[in-house]
């Protein structure tokens, strides 16, 4: 069975609980008034009369050791005695009665002062439920229940007036009854659907994604709870086709990446077979360079994809931030001075000890001078500084270029990610530089952000906890 079915039978149960435990007990309740307001005050309180019984049907029960001689004795007790009075047992069975009766009876007191007396006649059973019915435990010598005995009025046990309210009343509670059930199965088929409705707009949603429609959404499917499972949902979805594109794009990058630098080789070594190129150093030294480019290539694939899988390890240590950043700054300034840029390094002394893995620290740093001295132009700046700043220690990389716009600021953290995509494959990067960097500065529990340099450039800021 399904949700709805299940939410369908819950609350329909629910409601025909309520609805029978209302009518049965408001039915009691009404009649017993009813009954009580018909006969007027003056109903015999327990007294001499039952009192005068009690000693009697007390000792003969002693005597016999069970109510065997209880009709005999009732009814001289009773003789010349208005009224009608009944002897039953310890779980109510009545043994004796006076007028006598013919019918089996069972009495069971009541709350309220009054007895229901249960009679079966010819197989139909009649429940009578009497107000002004006084009535007096019998007990047997050890001190337990022997019995009870009961004076009934010495009318009927209900009078036909109450007879009459009590069945219209009965009709009445059965037509509310049917009323309010049928009013809570319309709630409970709207409240099932109002539930499952949405859900199983969302369970199809998520097999056509499964599918490969990555472009399904849910809408809005209301407020509350279900309308914000909705807008999860979207954006999950939306999560996905984000992750889907960016996986297309990635492959068709490395693709490309990978393809252009074989191809090179395939050309220049097919060349030296045809005895166009000769196999010569100069031409060596080409193939050892677009080899080291592939070699560069995978490995930074292959740092990626440990950031992402979470698998990067690091062999933190406590080290002097200057000395690591002037290690960066002197393996870069002969790329510097064959561009014609002036690169400079600025910490203090002594400088603020950091908690990094030196080698990928230096990593960190080569690939961010690299990319400024990629962006600035001949004669132009790139200044790496140091220094402190609230617990951290914070590496700035600024130069002179032409900058990044705000819009793309973000986006040149992504794989491949390029702003001028002809200059980036002519001098070798791939686009994964900065991406590298943001995975290894996040494995050390740092930060990187970028910004605008107060030269006009572009300025990187990696911050790392301190030491």
């Not at 009590?166 to 059930?181: F, H, N």
């Not at 600021?409 to 990610?417: G, K, L, T, Y």
Request: net charge neutral; glycine share 10%; aromatic share 4%.
């Amino acid at each position: 069975m399904g949700l709805r079915g299940r939410i369908f039978l819950v609350v329909s149960g629910v409601a025909l609980l309520a609805v029978v435990a209302v009518a049965v007990r408001g039915r009691d309740v009404a009649v017993v008034a009813f009954e009580r307001e018909v006969r007027g005050p003056g109903a015999p309180e327990p007294g001499p009369r039952l009192t005068a019984f009690q000693g009697p049907l007390e000792e003969a029960y002693a005597r016999d050791g069970d109510w065997r001689g209880a009709q005999e004795l009732l009814a001289k007790l009773a003789s010349g005695r208005d009224g009608r009075f009944l002897v039953a047992d310890w779980w109510g069975k009545v043994v004796a009665s006076v007028p006598p009766s013919s019918t089996e009876a069972k009495v069971r007191p009541r709350p309220d002062g009054g007895v229901e007396v249960e009679s079966t006649d010819g197989g139909e059973t009649r429940v009578s439920v009497l107000v002004g019915a006084p009535s007096l435990v019998l007990w047997a010598p050890d001190g337990t229940m022997a019995g009870r005995l009961v004076r009934l009025p010495p009318h009927e046990s209900t009078p036909p007036i109450a007879q009459r309210f009590a069945r219209q009343l009965d009709r009445g509670l059965a037509v509310v009854a049917i009323l309010v059930l049928l009013l809570a199965w319309a709630a409970a088929w709207w409240l099932a659907r109002r539930l499952t409705g949405p859900l199983a707009e969302l369970t199809e949603a998520a097999r056509a994604i499964e599918r490969g429609e990555l472009e399904r959404r849910v809408g809005a499917l209301g407020s509350g709870e279900i309308g914000a499972l909705g807008r999860a949902f979207d954006a999950m979805a939306e999560a996905r086709g984000r992750a889907d594109a960016a996986r297309r794009r990635l492959v068709a990058d490395v693709a490309h990446e990978l393809r252009t630098p074989l191809t090179h080789l395939r050309c220049r070594i097919e060349a030296a077979e045809d005895g166009l190129l000769p196999p010569d150093a100069a031409m060596l030294q080409v193939l050892h360079e677009e080899i080291a480019h592939l070699s560069r290539l995978v490995q930074d694939l292959q740092d990626l994809a440990m950031a992402d899988a979470g698998a990067l390890r690091l062999e933190l240590q406590e080290m002097d931030a200057g000395e690591a950043a002037r290690g960066a700054v002197e393996a870069a300034q002969a790329a510097a001075r064959s561009r014609g840029i002036a690169l400079h390094l600025r910490a203090p002394s002594p400088a603020p000890r950091v908690r990094a893995d030196a080698l990928r620290l230096r990593q960190v740093l080569a690939n961010l001078l690299e990319n400024a001295l990629v962006a600035t132009p001949s004669g132009g700046r790139v200044d790496l500084r140091v220094h402190a700043e609230n617990g951290s220690v914070e590496f700035e990389v600024a130069d002179t270029g032409s900058g990044i716009p705000a819009d793309k600021r973000e986006a040149v953290f992504e794989p491949f990610s390029r702003l001028d995509g002809a200059r980036a494959r002519a001098t070798g990067g791939a686009g994964l530089g900065l991406a590298i960097v943001r995975r290894w500065v996040e494995a050390h529990g740092g930060t990187v952000a970028l910004d605008e340099a107060p030269g006009g450039g572009a300025r990187v800021r990696v911050s790392l906890p301190a030491a």
